[in-house]
């Protein structure tokens, strides 16, 4: 039951159903199908392998395989990262010190680029006092 529950839902994946917004895919047939909804049509990559035989008695057994192989392959889904956005902020603001920091070596941008520059710092110093990963970043500029 459960093995029929999931080729239906991959058959329903695999046709498209879902991006067109026609058909319900029916996930909820079975407790394999609920477990993996999120790897067959979330945000996930899954991997499946096949297990097929080369004898000639496993025949119409490797067929099925390889076509239910073949539509699980078909499946496409749109995966995103998840990330937090305190991480993704923090992240951005490393890479503006470290282009801050790069300027104020090279001595780019005159004097409104410094001035500039010092507002991003006290920016920064800001935010290091709220996440303790930014304290370094701007320790490490403290010499400027």
């Given at each position: 039951?459960?093995?029929?529950?999931?080729?239906?839902?991959?058959?329903?994946?695999?046709?498209?159903?879902?991006?067109?917004?026609?058909?319900?895919?029916?996930?909820?047939?079975?407790?394999?199908t609920r477990l993996l909804q999120e790897s067959l049509g979330g945000n996930a990559m899954t991997v499946m392998l096949a297990a097929i035989s080369p004898a000639d008695y496993n025949y119409s057994e490797t067929m099925s395989t390889l076509k239910y192989a073949y539509r699980a392959k078909s499946i496409a889904n749109a995966v995103t990262r998840n990330e937090d956005s305190n991480e993704r902020m923090i992240r951005d603001l490393q890479s503006q010190i470290e282009e801050l920091k790069r300027k104020l070596q090279s001595g780019e941008g005159g004097e409104s680029s410094l001035l500039f520059c010092r507002n991003c710092l006290l920016l920064?110093?800001?935010?290091?006092?709220c996440l303790p990963s930014l304290r370094a970043a701007f320790l490490s500029l403290s010499q400027f």
């Open positions: 039951m459960s093995l029929m529950a999931l080729g239906n839902v991959i058959n329903m994946l695999s046709e498209g159903a879902a991006r067109q917004g026609k058909k319900v895919i029916p996930y909820r047939d079975s407790k394999l920064a110093w800001k935010l290091s006092n």
